[in-house]
């Protein structure tokens, strides 16, 4: 294992290279394309979406502190890079864009980068394993709960700003284990249902 302080920086680094890889640049990708009605590249960033999704479930279900959101942090992250290169369609369609205009060329260079993010940060996350024990003392897994704790601090000034009322760490965990429910079955109903009908097509998913 890495020392522990070293560990904490290069998690922090990872939330915040999520926050630009992750969040920012897939969002201005996105409405990029549908401003140029691009749809192989809307529909790709709009997988990716519903596939990263999970990244914020596992942030909630951290907040509260449980175990279990350091596995989906994991998966979450293996599961980026696997929609972004399964889809024989949009693989192709994206293949025929000219490489030389601005937005196929952002959208292959952010697809590139945020590979390599998201596979060195499922290594990163796989170190914090361990956490799945419970024993959350520990400075291996106390990193990786810090920016969920701030990040609700936030949120729950927000919340008790728009609304009047409390945004918990409970309330959180909640919702993710609702949303974590949800995700599971629609999942599922993909990998029994529709890959075998469809392949790897991204269809109407």
Not at 85 to 103: G, K, M, S, Y
Request: glycine share 8%; aromatic share 12%.
């Amino acid at each position: 294992m890495p020392d522990p302080l070293l560990y904490r920086t290069l998690v922090w680094l990872d939330y915040r290279l999520a926050a630009l890889f992750a969040l920012g640049l897939p969002l201005v990708l996105l409405v990029w394309a549908a401003i140029r009605r691009e749809r192989a590249l809307q529909r790709l960033l709009g997988l990716y979406w519903k596939v990263a999704s999970l990244l914020l479930i596992a942030v909630l279900l951290l907040t509260d502190n449980r175990p279990v959101g350091f596995l989906v942090a994991l998966l979450a992250q293996l599961l980026v890079v696997i929609c972004l290169w399964f889809w024989v369609d949009l693989n192709e369609e994206l293949a025929d864009l000219p490489p030389w205009r601005p937005l196929p060329l952002a959208v292959r260079a952010w697809r590139w980068g945020v590979s390599v993010f998201a596979a060195l940060g499922a290594l990163l996350s796989s170190l914090a394993l361990g956490c799945l024990g419970g024993d959350l003392r520990r400075p291996f897994c106390q990193a990786w709960l810090e920016a969920p704790d701030d990040l609700h601090g936030g949120a729950a000034r927000v919340f008790a700003f728009l609304f009047g009322g409390t945004w918990s760490a409970a309330i959180a965990a909640f919702v993710g284990y609702v949303a974590l429910v949800a995700y599971g079955v629609g999942l599922l109903q993909w990998a029994l249902v529709r890959l075998p009908r469809q392949g790897r097509v991204a269809g109407g998913f």
